[in-house]
Every structure is written in C-alpha cells, then in structure tokens.
C-alpha cells in the first residue's frame, strides 16, 4: 500500500505564498489520481485541487487562480503551489489518493482512499 507524507506547510501573511509537498512510497508502481484536501476542525472537509493520471486538473471554484497542483517526472512527489493567500486558506492539508477527480465536479474521495497526516497552514490578516 502506498504511504504518503505531506510537507511544506507554515504560517504566512495574507497575500503570501507557500508550496506543499506530498512524497508518496510504497507501492507506487502506477499512481493513481492524486488529490489535496483541507480540513478545519469542526468543519467539512474541502478538496482543493486533484490531478489525473492523464495530467488533468481540477480545482475547487475557492482556490482557482491561486493554485495550482503538479505532480513530478517520477510520479512520486506531489506539490500545491499556493499563492494569494487568504486567511480563509488557514487549514490543515491532506495529500490523498486515489481521489474523485473530474472536469467541473467537486473533489472527492473513495472509502478506500490512502491519506497522509496532514501540514498545517496558517495565514494571518
């Protein structure tokens, strides 16, 4: 099974940029597709940003412009670069796969989708 630990994350000024990183090992043969996801206690959690196989990208209407998800040559480290920040951005980031990842659609994940633990960001007014 894949294991997947994030990083990156830090606390930053509205209007800052930050670059997550999510490294995947394990059985990583043939990735799947990838996804960012965050989570602010006691609320939903929100996809933000998930890639293809193909390469496609889909992102949340709230971070469109701002982010943007890539995946590496060897399909193992996968980034979110985060600029704009916006105090709404403050949350704790996941690094997921496999995820529900289509054009237009809200991203979602499976019950049997692998999960990193997570890197807090901050970003202060």
């Known amino acids: 099974q894949v294991q997947l630990v994030e990083s990156g994350g830090g606390s930053v000024q509205a209007g800052g940029s930050l670059r997550l990183s999510c490294v995947a090992s394990?059985?990583?043969?043939?990735?799947?597709?990838m996804g960012w996801f965050r989570h602010v206690p006691g609320g939903p959690r929100e996809g933000v940003a998930c890639?293809?196989?193909?390469?496609?990208?889909t992102y949340a209407r709230s971070v469109k412009g701002r982010f943007t998800i890539s995946i590496d040559n060897a399909e193992t480290t996968l980034s979110l670069h985060m600029n704009s920040l916006k105090p709404e951005d403050t949350a704790t980031y996941y690094c997921a796969t496999p995820t529900v990842c289509l054009p237009d659609r809200p991203i979602d994940s499976f019950s049997w989708t692998v999960w990193g633990r997570g890197t807090q960001v901050t970003v202060s007014s």
């Open positions: 394990g059985n990583t043969g043939s990735r799947s597709s």
């Open positions: 890639i293809t196989t193909a390469n496609a990208t």
